[in-house]
């Protein structure tokens, strides 16, 4: 079958199948395991958008294919697709290392058949990465829904690339050309995230496994939408920021989904599955009307999935009530970054009082909220190692008064990592937020995926706590934060021993390795002695700063997914 685009998603670091790393807890806190296998929701998107245009396309998510099977041959399988285009995101930089391998093994064996990158870090370094041999266009920006369309036409029938909006693209010569990104729609009406497409595609193509979003999808089906494009907030590490946006990729103000249209989307979603749908953005950000207009809208459709809130701001207590007249079962989550409310404010994304903060959680589940998650970071602005360990006696204050209910409270810390993103405040401008950028080019971020330990791909050192002690006081806080749930008995206690154990061994699997990487040994020797810790290297990689399931919403262990909605997505348009 003779494909427009292929959608390939690669895993974070390629040869992760033989590379003995310690990818540490860079992923404890999402559904996806260390390699990132979890697609960005664009493939999704700009399928839908292609199809329902008469174009054929197909995803092909190539690390989930690598986790479940650990002899399947990636080139063998990349000669075997036939389309015009491969488009590759690099979309989180965590992938910048097995993206580019990816499109070596594409160009290897389809010399002839253009590879277009995509995504907010194929943004950001597009200068760099339409250097690399094997990388032939970048589609720039955060909407590339009809510059794919018209790059696939241009292909197709002939003419200039020079038509394509937001491309950057090698010529016969190996010059490069550069686009300006002009296409940004300032309003988002003009795609949707249709999951009924994915499946018409799994149907149609006969290979659930290439479009599986993530390793454990079928045990665990949750969903995302998202409420906008573009930055609403002003996170000083964050590439998605408001600053981020305006500078980078001439957005200088979100394009809000339409209430009405992001209801749409969750309940299409929650008519195939029966799992979670979470709704990236906070409803807030939109004012009083659009909170309204979507919950009204949202009620409609008397869902019975779990759906869970995001917020930045504290929500009024009648907003709380508001959702719980609306829907029959939602969650929130809040990240709260910091304890210590000094440091919170200047991270740029939540401006509140830890009193007021606490009440906010307990106003949510009176209201109805089946459960609420809270996030801690390490490794932010203006963070020492006392306000790092901080952490665990503040989750012990906010599980004060819940007595029954302690499991309805989720408090999780994780550590920044791997990168602070480039187009960030703090990447940008790294003295103002006591940061020193030791990582600067994609070559640099490419480079360090393959190094033995999480510790060694940070891109940052903080004039506040260094590497080495960051590190371990992620460790330690984790350790202490498991006991405090422990001992008010929000995980049980086999749950917490088996934590518990995951940190001391990952400690420990860190001393080994930190030994050897400053050793004079050769780099040889070295790989070799990695070798003989691969084992603890994998196993103590997941579920070390909290254990995964806890964090997962119940999902019905009989029908995970809905028939009629099936059958309704084969029939739709």
């Known amino acids: 079958m003779k494909f427009d685009v292929v959608f390939i998603h690669s895993p974070s670091i390629y040869d992760f199948r033989e590379k003995p790393i310690l990818f540490g807890p860079v992923s404890d806190v999402i559904p996806s395991t260390p390699v990132f296998e979890m697609y960005p929701i664009g493939f999704v998107v700009l399928s839908d958008y292609l199809e329902r245009r008469g174009y054929r396309t197909r995803i092909v998510n190539l690390a989930v294919r690598m986790l479940k099977d650990p002899d399947f041959d990636v080139e063998s399988f990349i000669r075997s697709i036939d389309t015009r285009l491969f488009a590759l995101d690099l979309h989180w930089l965590p992938h910048a290392q097995g993206a580019i391998e990816v499109a070596k093994i594409i160009k290897k064996n389809h010399h002839n058949v253009p590879i277009v990158f995509g995504g907010l870090s194929s943004t950001y370094f597009h200068e760099e990465l339409i250097r690399y041999p094997q990388v032939d266009m970048v589609l720039k920006g955060d909407s590339t829904e009809e510059p794919i369309r018209i790059l696939i036409d241009v292909i197709r029938k002939g003419g200039s690339f020079s038509e394509v909006p937001n491309l950057t693209w090698k010529d016969m010569e190996g010059g490069v050309n550069c686009q300006p990104i002009t296409y940004v729609p ?155 409310e000094s440091v919170r404010k200047k991270f740029g994304r939540a401006d509140f009082s830890n009193d007021s903060f606490k009440q906010s959680i307990i106003d949510g589940l009176k209201a109805g909220a089946h459960r609420a998650d809270v996030y801690f970071l390490t490794g932010i602005p203006f963070q020492t190692k006392e306000s790092i360990m901080g952490i665990p006696g503040f989750v012990e204050h906010l599980y004060d008064g819940f007595n029954g209910e302690r499991k309805k409270l989720v408090c999780c810390a994780a550590p920044l990592a791997p990168f602070v993103d480039p187009g960030s405040l703090a990447f940008e401008k790294p003295d103002r937020y006591g940061y020193k950028i030791v990582s600067r080019t994609l070559e640099q971020h490419r480079a360090a995926m393959v190094l033995p330990s999480w510790k060694y791909w940070l891109n940052y050192e903080s004039n506040y706590i260094d590497r080495d002690t960051l590190v371990e006081t992620t460790y330690d806080c984790a350790l202490e934060l498991n006991e405090v749930k422990r001992r008010v008995g929000a995980v049980s206690d086999e749950g917490a021993e088996r934590v518990k154990k995951n940190i001391l061994n990952a400690k420990d699997a860190m001393r080994k390795i930190d030994a050897i990487y400053n050793s004079n040994l050769s780099a040889q020797e070295k790989e070799i002695k990695y070798f003989a810790l691969k084992d603890e290297m994998v196993k103590y990689s997941m579920s070390t700063v909290c254990g995964k399931k806890e964090l997962e919403w119940n999902v019905s262990t009989l029908r995970k997914f809905k028939a009629r909605g099936f059958i309704k997505a084969m029939l739709s348009p």
């Open 186 to 340: 300032e309003k988002w009406n003009h795609s949707r995230i249709n999951y009924a497409r994915i499946i018409k595609s799994v149907i149609r193509d006969r290979d659930l496994k290439s479009y599986l979003p993530f390793k454990d999808f079928l045990r665990y089906p949750i969903v995302a939408s998202f409420m906008c494009r573009g930055g609403l907030k002003n996170c000083t590490t964050c590439g998605g920021s408001k600053f981020s946006f305006a500078k980078f990729f001439n957005r200088p103000k979100a394009a809000l989904r339409e209430p009405e249209d992001l209801a749409l989307d969750i309940a299409s979603a929650a008519s195939c599955f029966n799992g979670p749908v979470f709704l990236v953005g906070d409803i807030q950000s939109g004012g009083p009307g659009y909170i309204d207009k979507f919950l009204d809208s949202i009620a409609r459709y008397r869902l019975n999935n779990m759906i869970i809130f995001e917020f930045w701001e504290l929500p009024e207590k009648e907003t709380f009530e508001r959702i719980s007249k609306s829907l029959k079962n939602w969650s929130f989550e809040i990240s709260c970054e910091s304890q210590d």
